[in-house]
């Protein structure tokens, strides 16, 4: 199966910043469309960021435009999505998908999944 995962999750201070890494094959890296979705204690999972399979277009949630950027790597067949002035709110557990359909803003068009990884920003 495709695998996806997920690093650089922690415990920051509201204020700071964070680096997410999502790492896949070759393959799958230049193939499908990757994004970013967010679930916090209690609520549904969340649609945050989305690239292209060329990295030529982006898509964000409007709550975090500004402060989130997605980015590719082809290189290290990696999707980067860099979160500046963390929020309490920011705090949930995110996760890496690849869709291959673009644009993909909703869980239903992603196909493959990672484990994710915890972000939790304190006040």
């Known amino acids: 199966q495709v695998q996806l995962v997920e690093s650089g999750g922690g415990l920051v201070q509201a204020g700071g910043s964070l680096r997410l890494s999502c790492a896949t094959s070759?393959?799958?890296?230049?193939?499908?469309?990757m994004g970013w979705f967010r679930q916090a204690p209690g609520k549904e999972r969340d649609f945050v960021a989305a690239?292209?399979?060329?990295?030529?277009?982006?898509r964000y949630l409007d709550s975090v435009k500004g402060r989130f950027t997605i980015s590719r790597d082809k290189a290290k067949n990696t999707v980067f999505l860099e979160i500046n002035s963390l929020i309490p709110e920011d705090t949930a557990v995110y996760s890496c998908?690849?869709?291959?359909?673009?644009?993909?803003?909703?869980?239903?068009?992603?196909?493959?999944w990672g484990q994710g990884t915890q972000v939790t920003v304190s006040s």
């Open positions: 070759r393959r799958t890296f230049n193939s499908y469309g």
């Open positions: 690239i292209d399979w060329t990295g030529s277009e982006t």
């Open positions: 998908a690849a869709s291959p359909v673009w644009p993909a803003s909703t869980a239903q068009e992603y196909a493959y």
